[in-house]
């Protein structure tokens, strides 16, 4: 009897032995290829889902970096842009691009002191060439910024609303006339050799010309726009509109001539000058401009300046005075 339960027992534990070993047999290859399958898309999800929050936090750097630049320019008084930021009637590309300019005149900044330094410290023109081509290429920046803006608002750019108010007085299709910069930079550069001179004087007489050409062809696009809105019945206004709207796309290709001839002549000065000259070159520029941004924010801050004139100073005023008067009664005088 003993023996019929030992026998019992063993097979119950044999039963129970193949029940655990086919219970521990490995999953098939259609299972494991699903479970890789799921763990890849975890995996991937966990991916997306990094990339997500890192571009969330990559948004709110950069909004939170406009609107410092946005709170710093307006502690300086005025709004990026001019007057027509300060009454509201700016569009977002132009108020955009007005806070990467503003960003772009920081840099400038930066560049303009290495550049003042390194020449000065007497660098070799290798080492010079290097700043210089830098600071060429942080001018191409701006151009490239300006091209991007005038797709959403040609008009912000090329009246020069981005400048300061006395920038605005010497603008031409929306920024600096180069014939003038060069004019501007001969009696800073002496001595220069006489290919250098006549290399300079060239590149003036063929920048007069791309002017000139561009200046007839605005104002005949001004007076085409202006007969398309004056004439015509009141009944046709809208199609007038559409007319006149279809004219004034045409000043981003204005624009776009006259900053690349502003472009070509920055980049045609190295190949005439040497080196330090080049150096010297753009330090004028640079610092004619950072002085008309100061004299604009000088004349906000401060109004016209009481100007108190002694006695000479009056007699002198009143001689130039009686000079000019008869000047112009000589002049009048051949009619």
């Known amino acids: 009897m003993a023996s019929d339960i030992s026998s019992l027992n063993q097979s119950a534990a044999q039963e129970k032995g193949r029940g655990s070993s086919s219970s521990e047999k490995q999953p098939d290859a259609k299972t494991l290829r699903r479970l890789a399958q799921n763990r890849e898309a975890a995996r991937k999800s966990r ?3 990094k990339a997500y929050v890192q571009q969330l936090e990559s948004s709110r750097i950069k909004l939170a970096q406009l609107e410092q630049d946005l709170q710093r320019t307006r502690s300086q008084g005025f709004f990026v842009g001019g007057c027509a930021a300060a009454f509201g009637n700016i569009s977002s590309g132009a108020a955009m691009f007005d806070m990467e300019y503003s960003r772009w005149l920081e840099d400038d900044h930066r560049h303009l002191s290495e550049l003042r ?3 000065h410290a007497h660098l070799s023109d290798t080492d010079l060439q290097t700043i210089v081509d830098g600071y060429i290429s942080h001018y191409d920046k701006i151009f ?12 912000h750019l090329i009246t020069g609303m981005w400048m300061t108010p006395v920038e605005r007085c010497f603008v031409w299709i929306g920024d600096f006339r180069p014939s003038e910069l060069i004019k501007m930079l001969v009696s800073q550069l002496d001595p220069l050799t006489e290919h250098q001179v006549m290399g300079i004087c060239n590149l003036q007489h063929s920048s007069q010309q791309a002017e ?15 007969d398309s809105i004056a004439s015509g019945p009141v009944i046709h206004e809208m199609q007038q509109m559409a007319v006149a709207l279809s004219k004034l796309a045409n000043l981003e290709g204005f624009l776009h001539q006259a900053d690349n001839l502003r472009q070509q002549i920055l980049h045609q000065l190295p190949r005439i000058l040497t080196v330090r000259q080049t150096a010297r070159c753009f330090l004028v520029i640079g610092g004619y401009n950072q002085r008309l941004r100061a004299l604009s924010s000088l004349w906000a ?15 002198q005023t009143t001689d130039l005075q009686m000079v000019m008067v008869q000047q112009s009664q000589n002049h009048f005088s051949n009619f």
């Open 144 to 155: 490239r910024l300006k091209e991007a803006a005038a797709k959403s608002d040609v008009l």
């Open 212 to 226: 000139e050409a561009l200046t007839l062809g605005l104002e005949q696009l001004y007076h085409s726009l202006m």
């Open 117 to 119: 330094t390194r020449l």
């Open 47 to 49: 991916l997306r889902k």
């Open 301 to 315: 801050s401060h109004g016209p300046p009481e100007v108190l004139i002694s006695d000479d100073q009056s007699c």
